[in-house]
């Protein structure tokens, strides 16, 4: 079944540890059943999230993560097909948002918008290279 890739933002709403982690218990066990994997990047003013897997699965994902009342102003920023995937091992892995991601006030005016396609996926390629804060599989 073909892959597709999709990484959306958003901005997360009531965003304490016990919520995170309530997400990702039902993202990773929602996730194991749907073959999906993927990564989630999270601080108070931004989730940036990476989902991929057979296109159906990960689109129904999506419909239901875009209905969330648990963030806001969900956006899909690449939506795209792939033969390989990048976190293959993860159901769905966690990071905090590193230092050389965007700043606040980066985010807070546009740059998950206006970077292309290419910058948002490299954000997630030099993820892969840091440690991850917990694994799941
Ligand atoms: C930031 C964020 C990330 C999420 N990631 C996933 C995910 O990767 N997979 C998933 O199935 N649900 C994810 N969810 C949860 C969905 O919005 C939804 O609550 C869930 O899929 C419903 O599953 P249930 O019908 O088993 O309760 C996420 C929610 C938020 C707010």
């Given at each position: 079944?073909?892959?597709?890739q999709?990484?959306?933002?958003?901005?997360?709403?009531?965003?304490?540890?016990?919520?995170?982690?309530?997400?990702?218990?039902?993202?990773?066990?929602?996730?194991?059943?749907?073959?999906?994997?993927?990564?989630?990047i999270?601080?108070?003013?931004?989730?940036?999230?990476?989902?991929?897997?057979?296109?159906?699965e990960?689109?129904?994902?999506?419909?239901?993560?875009?209905?969330?009342?648990?963030?806001?102003?969900?956006?899909?920023l690449?939506?795209?097909?792939?033969?390989?995937?990048?976190f293959?091992?993860?159901?769905?892995?966690?990071?905090p948002?590193?230092?050389?991601?965007?700043?606040?006030?980066q985010?807070?005016?546009?740059?998950?918008?206006?970077?292309?396609?290419?910058?948002?996926?490299?954000?997630?390629?030099?993820?892969?290279?840091?440690t991850?804060?917990?694994?799941?599989s």
């Open positions: 079944m073909a892959m597709i999709l990484i959306y933002a958003s901005r997360p709403f009531g965003f304490d540890e016990a919520t995170l982690s309530g997400i990702l218990f039902t993202a990773r066990a929602n996730n194991t059943r749907d073959a999906i994997t993927g990564a989630l999270c601080r108070a003013d931004l989730y940036l999230q990476l989902l991929e897997g057979p296109e159906s990960v689109g129904a994902a999506y419909e239901r993560i875009e209905q969330d009342d648990r963030h806001l102003e969900v956006r899909c690449v939506r795209s097909a792939i033969d390989t995937r990048m293959g091992a993860w159901a769905m892995r966690s990071d948002a590193q230092s050389w991601m965007w700043t606040r006030k985010v807070e005016n546009g740059a998950p918008e206006q970077a292309t396609a290419e910058e948002v996926v490299g954000i997630f390629s030099r993820l892969i290279n840091e991850p804060v917990q694994s799941d």
